[in-house]
Nanobody, 122 residues
């Protein structure tokens, strides 16, 4: 059974940092690409970053590029999203998702975590 579990969310002031974790199990880790999505109140869910576990290729949405860093730990089957210089507009529920192959997971993929809340406010 494929499982994805996010952790690391919380409350942080503008300019602060958080590191989100996505613990994965139930699939061949290197065969999958893990994506990070977020959904802010009243807004559609958007993809913000992804990483190919096999090739290490990464993608960042322009609004988070240069502030967020995605990484993968093959020993622990975990993917991380380091978020720096956080802004109030980064407030959202953050989800990780998994898709087989080397492309970023899309909105319709089957495997999702339960989400973790990130709140950026002074």
């Amino acid at each position: 059974e494929v499982q994805l579990v996010e952790s690391g969310g919380g409350f942080v002031q503008p300019g602060g940092s958080l590191r989100l974790s996505c613990a994965t199990s139930g699939f061949t880790y290197d065969d999958y690409t893990i994506g990070w999505f977020r959904q802010a109140p009243g807004k559609a869910r958007e993809g913000i970053s992804c990483i190919s576990n096999r090739y290490g290729n990464t993608y960042y949405r322009p609004s988070v590029k240069d502030r967020f860093t995605v990484s993968t730990d093959h020993a622990k089957n975990m993917v991380y999203l380091q978020m720096n210089s956080l802004k109030p507009e980064d407030t959202a529920i953050y989800y990780c998702a998994a898709d087989e192959g080397s492309e970023c997971p899309q909105q319709w993929v089957a495997y999702w975590g339960q989400g973790t809340q990130v709140t950026v406010s002074s």
